[in-house]
């Protein structure tokens, strides 16, 4: 019995313990095959991720390539103008090159003065490296023509300080014909009319300048000017110190920039040359208007520095209208050949005036003016009227007038100019053998426009002597002037 039983179970234990290693080998492939399948599934996601970011990626690539070929087209389109224009301009000069040879000289005249023109400017001389830098164009106005002359300048980065030097010269030839009948002896003459020095700048501020001239005019040093002036509008400001009086035009306009060598007779006669003392001047309405309202000790040039001697001071009234804008009133020429007519109109009055630069003692005496200029294409036409009137306080008023009018004009633009001058004074209109006229012509060639010119000119020079014969003298001048 017990070996049939074994007989029996050890079969069904056999095919029992097969059925059990199959269940656990099912189960443990059916967890395999789980685990490949979600791994497979989490690899399947990442994939794509990296496809998304990769398609990303060449979405942006493919922006900015087409952002880089609409700049090369605009590029391309750029490119395709300048080689048009540049076509154009040499068509341009070709034609040039083409037309009679008699522009050609004009043209490029005109070329070397906007060459000159420019070298001259304050960008041209920061670039070349001039210095620290060009003066600061606070200082470079035609408010102080001074500024105008300067060679030479320097400002700090801040542009509150800086400093400007310039030198002129003028050697001048002179043969005066004097009228023998009258005992008077021919001269001729070599000598430096004019031998200045000057330097200023701005102090500071860029509003607040200062401005020292020295001359050896004649070879007699000397102190020019010296004065600081403070510029905070166009339509006011302030000068103090030792300065040109602003009365008539003539003697504010600069001597290395006058039509003719010399001013006029009548300018000589009445002007109040220079003088100690504060001006508020300023140019309104876009320099349509200009305005002097002055004080000065009224004692001259040759003020010894001792107490005012009667106690008065002189005062100066000015007022100028520029109908068609700012004149330039300190360059008695078109050398800058105005394309628009250039006009002004002025007056002045002054109180307790001088004569030939001095006061007079126990008299009162008031001096006037009216001037006009025009400016236009080369031309200038100045002329100048004035009046005084001395009141002592014994005996008769004594009264003065004089005026000239003068007239120039460039043959050759810019190059060569003619200019012709009258000018007549009365130095008292209760004599009539007193009468002083001027008559002079010259010629002036501008090499490096005043920087460097030669002046040429003929004057003749008479005075009234009554029923006897007048008194006459013939001038010859040469002269070259030469600014650095």
């Known amino acids: 019995m017990i070996i049939k039983w074994h007989k029996y179970i050890s079969p069904l234990a056999i095919v029992l313990c097969n059925t059990c290693a199959d269940g656990i080998l099912q189960s443990s492939f059916a967890q395999q ?226 039509l003719l060598q010399d001013r006029s007779i009548a300018s000589e006669e009445f002007d109040q040359k220079r003088d100690t003392g504060l001006d508020i001047y300023g140019n309104p309405l876009d320099g349509h208007m200009e305005y002097h309202a002055a004080v000065f000790q009224g004692a001259g040039e040759k003020f010894s520095g001792i107490d005012n001697t009667n106690n008065k001071l002189m005062y100066v009234l000015s007022l100028r209208c520029n109908p068609f804008g700012q004149y330039d009133y300190y360059d008695e020429t078109d050398l800058k050949y105005s394309d628009k007519l250039a006009l002004t109109i002025g007056t002045s009055v002054v109180f307790n005036a001088k004569v030939a630069d001095a006061k007079l003692q126990n008299t009162d005496t008031m001096a006037g003016t009216v001037d006009m200029g025009v400016k236009y294409k080369g031309l200038s036409w100045n002329n100048e009227y004035y009046i005084r009137s001395e009141n002592p306080d014994v005996g008769a008023t004594m009264d003065s007038d004089g005026f000239f009018t003068q007239v120039g004009y460039f043959v050759l633009p810019k190059k060569l100019e003619v200019a012709a001058r009258y000018s007549m004074v009365d130095p008292n209109k209760d004599v009539s053998n007193d009468i002083q006229k001027e008559y002079t012509g010259g010629v002036n060639y501008y090499f490096r426009r005043h920087r460097s010119k030669i002046q040429a000119d003929f004057g003749d020079f008479v005075t009234s002597m009554g029923s006897s014969q007048d008194k006459k003298e013939k001038r010859i001048r040469l002269q070259y002037q030469i600014i650095f």
């Open 33 to 258: 095959v789980i685990q490949e399948t979600s791994q497979t599934q989490k690899m399947s996601e990442g994939e794509a991720e990296d496809l998304k970011r990769q398609l990303k990626l060449m979405e942006e690539s493919l922006l900015r390539q087409q952002e880089q070929m609409k700049q090369m087209q605009e590029a391309a389109l750029i490119q395709h103008e300048q080689i048009q224009a540049l076509k154009n301009r040499i068509d341009t000069v070709s034609a040039e090159v083409a037309a009679p040879v008699v522009t050609t000289p004009v043209a490029k005249e005109e070329i070397k003065h906007a060459v000159e023109d420019y070298l001259s400017t304050d960008e041209a001389r920061g670039k070349m490296g001039i210095g620290w830098s060009s003066v600061a164009s606070a200082t470079n106005d035609e408010r102080s023509p001074d500024t105008l002359k300067y060679a030479l300048s320097f400002k700090s980065p801040d542009e509150k300080y800086s400093w400007n030097f310039g030198a002129r010269m003028q050697m001048r030839y002179t043969f005066k014909d004097r009228d023998e009948d009258v005992g008077e002896s021919d001269v001729q003459d070599i000598n430096l009319r004019r031998a200045r020095v000057y330097f200023g700048g701005n102090i500071y501020s860029k509003i607040l300048h200062y401005y020292v001239e020295l001359d050896a005019d004649k070879f007699n040093p000397a102190l020019r000017d010296f004065y600081t002036y403070f510029t905070p509008l166009e339509e006011l400001n302030v000068k103090i110190g030792y300065f040109k009086v602003p009365f008539n035009r003539q003697r504010m306009a600069t001597s290395a920039k006058l």
